[in-house]
C-alpha cells in the first residue's frame, strides 16, 4: 500500500499566539456544531412549536384577564419578550445532554487529548447554542407580527435582541455543560433539567412582572439571569416597554454571569473523562 | 534516568532505543478512587520506536494508565514522561507530541471523514497551507480517499477505526496511543490496522503504545509487553522471554494466566459490556 511520507509537514510544535489559536479552535468547535443543526434541523424546528403555542394560545386567552399590570403595553406585548426569553431558556437547558452523549461515545476524550484550550471547548458549543437560539426569535417575531404586537423594527433594536438572544442561550448552555460535568448520566441529567426550567420560567419577570409577586418570589426573580434577559428583551423590542434596567446594563450583568460559568464549565470539563 | 523498583522491568529497555531517553516512562505511577488503588505504583520504561502491549485483566489498570499517559486524568502520586514532557508539569508540550485512539469508536458520526479530520487538524494548529494536503495523504494512507465525503454514521467498524489512526497521526505525533484498537473488528479490518500502525512506526518512528486482550495481536504485533495484575506492573518483556519464564512450550495465554492469576475474563465489568454493546449497536 501507500507509504504517507511527503513534503507537507504539520509543524504543530511551534506556539502560534495564545489569543489567535484560542479563536481558531473555538471557530472550529462551533463550525463543527453549525454543521450538525443544519444537517438535521428537526430538533430546533421541533422546539419552535412550544413558543408559539404560549403566545398563541396562552398569550391571547391571558390578554381578555385585566388582572395583570403591564404599563402601557398589551399583556401579549409584554409576554411576548417573555417567551422568546423562555423558548432560549428550553433549547438551551438540555445542550447538556449532548455532551453526556459525546463523553460516552468518546468523542469528549478525543478533544481532551489535543492540545486545544479548555475553553474553547466551552465557547464553541455556547456560540452553537447561540444560533440555535437565534432561530427562536425568527419563530417569535413572524408570531407576534401575526398577531399584531407592536415591535421595534430599527436595525439597531432587532441587533439587540439578536445579541441577547445568543448571549442568553451561550449562558444556559453554559449552565447546561456545568449540571452535565457533575452528574455525567444521561437519566440523571434529564430529571435536573425537567427539574430546573419551570422554577427558572417561573421566578422571572417572563410571564408577570416582578411588582405583583410575593417577596420571597421577588428575591429569586433577581437573582435569576433569566429576570435580566427578559428586560432586556423587552426594552429592545416593545414599542413603549417599560423595563427595570438599561439594556446595557441588563447585557453587562448578563456578561459577566456567562463569563463566571464559562470559567467554572472550563474547570470542569476535564472531569467528565475521570 | 530513574531505576526501576521493579525487578521484573529490568528487561524492557532493550528494544529499539535510540539514545540514553524513552519515549515513556513512568515513575511509581499511582491512581486511587477513593479507596480502590487503580494503579499502583506502576514503573515502565518504552523505547523509542517501540510497539509496547499492555496486557491485563478488565480492572487490572490499564485504562487509568492510558488515561494518565494521555493527560486525561493527574495521578495521585508518581509521574511520567511521555514524549520528553512530565504528563503533570507539561501537558500541554504532551498533547501536542501524542495521538490517541480511544477504546470506544469514537469517530464524529454525524459529520464526514474529511470533516472529522479537519476538525482534528484545527483543534492541533495545523497550518491551513498543508492542512488539506495531509488530510488527503491520511485518508488516502487508511484507505479512505473514496468515503471520505460520507457521514462517519455509515462507515463500517473497520473504517472508523482507520479514520481514527488517520486523526491521531495527522499531526505526526511521536507516540501513538492506542486503548484495544482492534477490540470487535473483523480479522481483515484487523490485519489492515496492524499493517499501518506497522508502516507508521516505520516511515515516522512512531512509538506505539496499545492495550489489548487479544493474544495473537499481542504476540505478532508487539516487540514488549507488560501485562498488568491488580493495578501492578507483573510482568514485561518480549513475548518469547515471557513464554519462556513461564515453561516450556508456554503459550501467551499461559503467561497471561500466570501472571494474573486466572483465565482471561470473558464478561467484563457493566461498563465494559455497556460500551461494547454501544459500539456494536453502532456498527449494526
Known amino acids: ?274 | 534516568m530513574a531505576t526501576s523498583e521493579n525487578p521484573a522491568i529490568s528487561t524492557v529497555s532493550a528494544e529499539e532505543s535510540s539514545g540514553d531517553s524513552y519515549a515513556i516512562e513512568t515513575f511509581n505511577l499511582t491512581r486511587r478512587f477513593g479507596e480502590m488503588t487503580a494503579v499502583d505504583h506502576a514503573n515502565l520504561r518504552i523505547s523509542h520506536g517501540a510497539i509496547f502491549g499492555l496486557l491485563g485483566p478488565n480492572g487490572a489498570g490499564k485504562s487509568t494508565t492510558i488515561k494518565m499517559l494521555t493527560t486525561l486524568l493527574p495521578p495521585t502520586s508518581g509521574t511520567a514522561n511521555v514524549a520528553g514532557y512530565d504528563v503533570v508539569k507539561s501537558s500541554t508540550q504532551v498533547r501536542r507530541r501524542i495521538g490517541y485512539v480511544p477504546q470506544i469508536l469514537s469517530a464524529d458520526g454525524s459529520l464526514t471523514g474529511y470533516e472529522n479530520l479537519k476538525l482534528s487538524a484545527q483543534l492541533y494548529g495545523i497550518a491551513r497551507a498543508v492542512r488539506k494536503q495531509l488530510i488527503e495523504e491520511a485518508l488516502r494512507f487508511m484507505g479512505l480517499q473514496d468515503s471520505a465525503r460520507k457521514l462517519v454514521k455509515f462507515y463500517s467498524g473497520g473504517m472508523i477505526r482507520r479514520l481514527e489512526v488517520a486523526q491521531a497521526m495527522l499531526h505526526r505525533p511521536s507516540v501513538l496511543v492506542l486503548d484495544e484498537p482492534t477490540v470487535g473488528l473483523d480479522p481483515i479490518a484487523r490485519q489492515t490496522v496492524w499493517e499501518r500502525l506497522l508502516e507508521l512506526r516505520q516511515d515516522f518512528q512512531m512509538t506505539v503504545l496499545l492495550t489489548t486482550h487479544a493474544m495473537e495481536e499481542a504476540d505478532t504485533l508487539c516487540g514488549t509487553l507488560a501485562i498488568m495484575h491488580l493495578g501492578k506492573v507483573a510482568a514485561v518483556g518480549k513475548p518469547q522471554e515471557l513464554k519462556d519464564s513461564v515453561g516450556d512450550g508456554a503459550t501467551l495465554n499461559d503467561v497471561f494466566s500466570y501472571y494474573s492469576g486466572g483465565q482471561l475474563q470473558e464478561q467484563g465489568d457493566y461498563r465494559d459490556v455497556r460500551q461494547i454493546r454501544r459500539t456494536a449497536k453502532r456498527l449494526g
Not at chain 1, 227 to 243: F, K, N, P, S, W
Not at chain 1, 248 to 255: E, K, Q, R
Open chain 1, 1 to 274: 500500500m501507500t507509504s504517507v511520507k511527503s513534503g507537507a509537514q504539520p509543524n504543530v510544535l511551534a506556539e502560534p499566539p495564545v489569543l489567535w489559536s484560542f479563536f481558531q479552535q473555538t471557530a472550529a468547535i462551533a463550525e463543527v456544531e453549525l454543521k450538525k443543526i443544519f444537517r438535521d434541523p428537526t430538533e430546533v424546528l421541533a422546539r419552535a412549536v412550544q413558543p408559539v403555542l404560549w403566545l398563541v394560545v396562552f398569550g391571547v386567552v391571558f390578554s381578555r384577564v385585566q388582572g395583570i399590570p403591564t404599563g402601557n403595553v398589551s399583556y401579549l406585548a409584554f409576554m411576548a419578550p417573555g417567551i422568546l426569553a423562555q423558548s432560549v431558556l428550553f433549547a438551551a437547558i438540555f445542550y447538556g445532554i449532548a455532551i453526556v452523549w459525546e463523553r460516552d461515545l468518546g468523542i469528549v476524550h478525543k478533544l481532551l487529548v489535543s492540545p486545544a484550550h479548555r475553553a474553547s471547548f466551552v465557547f464553541g458549543k455556547a456560540i452553537s447554542a447561540g444560533f440555535r437560539g437565534a432561530t427562536q426569535a425568527v419563530v417569535i417575531y413572524l408570531a407576534v407580527l401575526a398577531l399584531g404586537v407592536q415591535v421595534h423594527w430599527a436595525p439597531l433594536s432587532l441587533l439587540g435582541v439578536l445579541f441577547g438572544v445568543m448571549l442568553g442561550s451561550a449562558i444556559f448552555a453554559t449552565f447546561s455543560l456545568i449540571i452535565a460535568c457533575l452528574v455525567k448520566s444521561r437519566e440523571r441529567f434529564m430529571g435536573i433539567g425537567q427539574l430546573m426550567t419551570m422554577p427558572m420560567f417561573f421566578a422571572s419577570n417572563a410571564i408577570y412582572p416582578l411588582e405583583i409577586m410575593p417577596r420571597w418570589l421577588q428575591i429569586l426573580a433577581t437573582v435569576n439571569p433569566l429576570t435580566y434577559l427578559v428586560d432586556a428583551l423587552r426594552g429592545l423590542m416593545i414599542v413603549q416597554a417599560e423595563t427595570l434596567h438599561s439594556p446595557l446594563v441588563n447585557f453587562t450583568i448578563l456578561g459577566v454571569v456567562f463569563l463566571g460559568l464559562s470559567w467554572i464549565a472550563a474547570a470542569l470539563y476535564p472531569s467528565l473523562v475521570h
